[in-house]
């Protein structure tokens, strides 16, 4: 019986204190508005500055090959030498790198390939490719980590 008085005065005593707040909150608010918040101004922008040395792995808009998908896998078709270890046999190398904010390609790593052969024809292959669009972030280009398969096989 006891517990349930000190619970009962505890609530309305919270009850209160709440109702209270509530009222000094409403009377602030009508202060900050009054005293100059307008409206009609326009929302700053995100002025975030990141680190140069720091690698996005999600971003708001990808790199892209300049020329889309499409292009992309007409240099890979018309650049790609097939190491002779993998003659009659499909192949594929994964391989990661970073899209710099200037669109150069850099960190260029094979994280998988069935042989040397393969990995080294990987790295060239990567080498070679023209600048892509950057990846952006709060329309900020900046560095994004890129991971793609190249598939060895002759047609």
Known sequence: MKNLIITIILFASASAYAQTQKKSDQNTFKTDYSAGIRIDEPIPKDTTNYPPEKIFYQVQ??????????????????????????????????VNFVVEPNGTLTNIK???????????????????????????????PVRVSYTIPISFKKD
């Open 110 to 140: 094979v994280l998988r390939a069935p042989t040397k052969e393969h990995e080294t024809e990987a790295v060239r292959l990567m080498g070679l490719m023209p600048k892509w669009l950057p990846g952006k972030h709060n329309d900020k």
């Open 61 to 94: 808009i990808q790199p892209k090959y300049p020329g889309g998908m499409d292009k992309f896998l007409a240099f890979i078709k018309s650049n790609l030498i097939i190491p002779a270890s993998s003659a009659p046999v499909t192949a594929r190398a994964v």
